[in-house]
């Protein structure tokens, strides 16, 4: 049995991240976002929706670029800290011991300990109601090569324990079920009991 539920958002998990921003340290901020999510493969495209109210609205909106970090077990408490305090009153970065370096690309700063860095660039400002959403271009990405296996340059997010964000909890993401395209794979005879000798 169903039970019907009003119209809401209830499509999760969801990632939660860090998004950095800042033209330079004096104004380098974080803050956390659950509504984010890629748009298009060709070029490159992802979005975060912010509330106008929040402290870093104003910085993405005036610089036009801002760096999606991902987040970890480790990373955790700060995800959760910088989603409820405010940049106006706090400086993040110092008070959650987390190291700002500047983008590869962007001026935005990087999360030093996030395992990937996305250097995003706003494309447009879609006016949506409770949150705008800025829709933007990934110029650069930087990924953490304790988690890329030096035998088949394979990189291996699992080993950094992401988290994501469902109903107001957080959780870790478990083991491995399948892989892309393993549904409809043939799986291989096996050959006649080892070619009989």
Sequence with gaps: MKESWKPGTVIYPLPAVLVSCGENEEEYNLLTVAWTGTVCTNPPMC?????????????????????????????ARATDWCGV??????????????TARKGSVVSAPIVEESPVNIECRV?????????????????????????????????????????????GEYFSLGKVIGH??????????KRAAAKKQ
């Design 180 to 189: 892309f395209g393993w549904s409809v794979r043939k799986k291989k005879k």
């Design 85 to 98: 305090r405010s940049g106006r009153d706090h400086d993040k970065f110092r008070e959650m011991g987390l």
């Design 47 to 75: 979005y975060i929706s912010v509330r106008r109210e929040r402290h870093s609205y104003d910085i993405i909106r005036r610089t036009g670029e801002f760096v999606i970090n991902l987040t970890t077990e480790e990373l």
């Design 123 to 167: 494309k447009q400002i879609v006016p949506l109601g409770s949150h705008d959403m800025f829709l933007a271009e990934v110029v650069g990405v930087q990924v953490d090569d304790r988690y890329i296996d030096p035998d088949t340059g394979r990189f291996a997010l699992e080993k950094a324990h992401p988290i994501v964000y469902s109903h």
